[in-house]
């Protein structure tokens, strides 16, 4: 056993392998992986993010695009019923779209961890728009009444057919 080559340690990032795996097993995906087709530097890559949709990927992709050394930036989800989006990434001079992507989700924790904290600021200084609450159904069976149509529970006789 002393002939064995050292295992090479591979990044997360850079499995592909675990995009074969069906759906519809119980295998276990890796959050986010790189599809096959990479540039050998990794400055254009496909990344697979399980479990995400259009909420995801449409914020990264306009975080991204706003980095000056994106050349492209674009998302899809394959299918609807894939729990999955394809993120593609494209770097001018051969910049790293590994590097590029954790920058943006980073960039993306920290807008949203923003947002957050001034949320909860205006919730606790009362400093929002109070509005009353409205019986929708109640607004609804009145707007029924004056067009004259028949609401249930107005008149137990009534014929609603």
Request: hydrophobic share 30%.
């Amino acid at each position: 056993m002393a002939d064995e080559a050292p295992r090479q340690s591979t990044s997360k990032l850079d499995n592909p392998g675990t995009l074969l795996q069906s759906v519809s097993t119980s295998q276990v995906h890796e959050k986010v992986s790189i599809l096959p087709g990479h540039e050998p530097d990794y400055s254009a890559c496909t990344f697979c993010l399980w479990q995400e949709d259009h909420t995801l990927g449409n914020a990264l992709r306009w975080i991204i695009m706003k980095d000056p050394d994106v050349e492209f930036c674009g998302y899809t989800a394959p299918h609807p019923s894939e729990p999955k989006i394809h993120l593609r990434i494209q770097m001018y001079d051969g910049l790293s779209a590994v590097n590029c992507l954790r920058k943006a989700l980073s960039h993306l924790r920290d807008l949203y961890n923003t947002i957050d904290k001034s949320y909860k600021t205006s919730l606790k200084n009362d400093n929002y728009i109070k509005e009353d609450d409205i019986d929708v159904k109640a607004a609804v069976d009145e707007t029924l009444r004056q067009r004259g149509f028949a609401v249930e529970g107005d008149d137990a006789n009534m014929d609603l057919s």
